[in-house]
């Protein structure tokens, strides 16, 4: 599988062009995904581009029956985690909350997650803020905090502490925060949101990461007054191997 992806990543990066930035999608523990997303990620940070790897880790009873998809998915991961910067890794394991919902079901609730991180990342370096967090900043952060991931949450203006907690406990990534995270911290809302809300939430991400070393903050304000208010964080330095190590499980599963 590795001699395919060779052959087919030069056409892939130049049908994929000059976009600044791009989510690269693959299911790992098959032959296919697992060699080409590192490739692909790889070649496409070296032309500038912000790639960025969305990794679906497979269920444990996968990996438990099937050795080589456990060795394919690790090869995989230990790859990206090597390059650093933005990792999306999205676990099927994590899916199990929703196991009483139809399948079809479960799987549109984790396409809708997966859309919304890909819809807040891209929205908060477009559109300018009134604290402004640009590609470029986001790339310089990037490059100095390791691996990363992405955390997302929505929670009504009055509930700034509850916004960072489900930001970081109420996600379907598999990740696990190191005794030194950095983290860049987006704040979206409306006419009335006011600064001491928004304080308040970059506080609450501060004393959640363990006074990170270094924080980022943006902001931004629509004309209209909202309810809800979006957070979007970039939290970097994760603990080595995390991603890797969520692939073992915790307990046994039940008789």
Same mark, same amino acid.
């Given at each position: 599988?590795?001699?395919?992806?060779?052959?087919?990543?030069?056409?892939?990066?130049?049908?994929?062009?000059?976009?600044?930035?791009?989510?690269?999608?693959?299911?790992?523990?098959?032959?296919?995904?697992?060699?080409?997303?590192?490739?692909?990620?790889?070649?496409?940070?070296?032309?500038?581009?912000?790639?960025?790897?969305?990794?679906?880790?497979?269920?444990?009873?996968?990996?438990?029956?099937?050795?080589?998809?456990?060795?394919?998915?690790?090869?995989?991961? +230990?790859? %990206?985690?090597?390059? /650093?910067?933005?990792? *999306?890794? @999205? !676990?099927? $394991?994590?899916?199990?909350?929703? =196991?009483? &919902?139809?399948?079809?079901?479960?799987?549109?609730?984790?396409?809708?997650?997966?859309?919304?991180?890909?819809?807040?990342?891209?929205?908060?370096?477009?559109?300018?803020?009134?604290?402004?967090?640009?590609?470029?900043?986001?790339? +310089?952060? %990037?490059?100095?905090? /390791?691996?990363?991931? *992405?955390? @997302? !949450?929505? $929670?009504?203006?009055?509930?700034? =502490?509850? &916004?960072?907690?489900?930001?970081?406990?109420?996600?379907?990534?598999?990740?696990?925060?190191?005794?030194?995270?950095?983290?860049?911290?987006?704040?979206?809302?409306?006419?009335?949101?006011?600064?001491?809300?928004?304080?308040?939430?970059?506080?609450?991400?501060?004393?959640?990461?363990?006074?990170?070393?270094?924080?980022?903050?943006?902001?931004?304000?629509?004309?209209?007054?909202?309810?809800?208010?979006?957070?979007?964080?970039?939290?970097?330095?994760?603990?080595?191997?995390?991603?890797?190590?969520?692939?073992?499980?915790?307990?046994?599963?039940?008789?």
């Amino acid at each position: 599988m590795r001699a395919g992806a060779e052959e087919a990543r030069e056409e892939l990066v130049r049908r994929i062009g000059s976009s600044e930035i791009v989510f690269l999608l693959a299911g790992l523990g098959g032959g296919t995904g697992s060699a080409l997303l590192p490739l692909l990620t790889r070649d496409l940070r070296a032309r500038g581009t912000l790639a960025v790897p969305v990794a679906f880790l497979p269920f444990h009873i996968e990996l438990e029956s099937n050795p080589d998809r456990r060795s394919n998915a690790l090869g995989a991961l +230990s790859e %990206l985690e090597e390059m /650093g910067g933005l990792l *999306l890794a @999205l !676990s099927n $394991e994590k899916l199990r909350r929703f =196991e009483s &919902l139809p399948m079809a079901r479960v799987l549109q609730a984790r396409n809708a997650y997966l859309h919304g991180l890909v819809e807040s990342l891209v929205d908060m370096v477009e559109h300018p803020s009134q604290l402004n967090v640009d590609l470029a900043s986001l790339k +310089s952060h %990037l490059a100095q905090s /390791g691996v990363s991931t *992405l955390l @997302l !949450s929505e $929670e009504h203006i009055s509930e700034p =502490e509850r &916004l960072v907690h489900t930001a970081l406990t109420d996600t379907l990534l598999d990740f696990e925060l190191s005794e030194n995270p950095s983290a860049l911290v987006h704040v979206d809302g409306g006419s009335n949101l006011t600064l001491g809300t928004v304080d308040r939430v970059w506080r609450a991400m501060r004393r959640r990461l363990g006074e990170p070393r270094r924080m980022l903050v943006g902001t931004r304000t629509h004309p209209e007054p909202r309810h809800v208010v979006r957070l979007t964080a970039v939290v970097g330095g994760l603990r080595p191997r995390s991603v890797r190590d969520a692939l073992v499980p915790l307990r046994a599963p039940p008789a």
